[in-house]
Antibody, heavy 122, light 107 residues
């Protein structure tokens, strides 16, 4: 079955960097776009970033554009989120999620991981 | 940006009864609306897509309807495992936004 496992979260000071990883199994990773979605305490989820199946297309929420970079390694079935210049408001649980549409992008998330928490401290 | 508003924020229903959750979009999202269930500490689960289609392995007790700006998720014969948080999400136009959630409580 589809399995997504995030790692790399933790406590980091404001202004520093952190890299999250999401390891995928149970499906053909290379034919699905992948996303990162986050949820801050007490708030609804917020879509963060998308990467197309081959990495040629990337998209970001305005709140993270220019600071976060999404990438993927299809040989390792892994998607990454490099987060730089972290702010207090980036504190959240970060989830990776699979796009439901293989081969194209729909922004509909059919499988999610359990998330990795990121806390940005001052 | 399309704002998704879910109501009520908390809904108290007795086990065995039916719950009706609402989601309103600030502008039309056509039928590009999904519902997710999120249990604490677990991965969110896709329940409904295209406003009314059940996702893979989702039981018939979950049903949904609506189009444009008004959407409803109905959960029948509530069991203990159904008392958690539900989110709607529009995937019609960027940025793709979620509601703030409805927490389903045991009455």
């Amino acid at each position: 079955q589809v399995h997504l496992v995030e790692s790399g979260g933790g406590v980091v000071q404001s202004g520093r960097s952190l890299r999250l990883s999401c390891s995928a199994s149970g499906f053909t990773f290379s034919i699905y776009p992948m996303h990162w979605v986050r949820q801050a305490p007490g708030k609804g989820p917020e879509w963060v970033a998308l990467i197309s199946l081959d990495g040629s297309e990337k998209n970001y929420a305005d709140s993270v554009r220019g600071r976060f970079t999404i990438s993927r390694d299809n040989s390792k079935n892994t998607v990454y989120l490099q987060m730089s210049s972290l702010r207090l408001e980036d504190t959240a649980v970060y989830y990776c999620a699979r796009d439901s549409a293989s081969g194209y992008i729909q922004y509909l998330f059919d499988y999610w991981g359990q998330g990795t928490p990121v806390t940005v401290s001052s | 940006e399309i704002v998704m508003t879910q109501s009520p924020a908390t809904l108290s229903v007795s086990p065995g009864e039916r719950a009706t959750l609402s989601c309103r979009a600030s502008q039309s999202v056509s039928s590009n609306l999904a519902w997710y269930e999120h249990k604490p500490g677990q991965a969110p689960r896709l329940l409904i897509y295209a406003a009314s289609a059940r996702a893979t392995d989702i039981p018939a007790k979950f049903s949904a309807s609506g189009s444009g700006t008004e959407f409803t998720l109905t959960i029948s014969s509530l069991q203990s495992e159904d008392f958690t948080v539900y989110y709607c999400q529009q995937y019609n136009s960027w940025p793709y936004t979620f509601g703030q959630g409805t927490k389903l409580d045991i009455k």
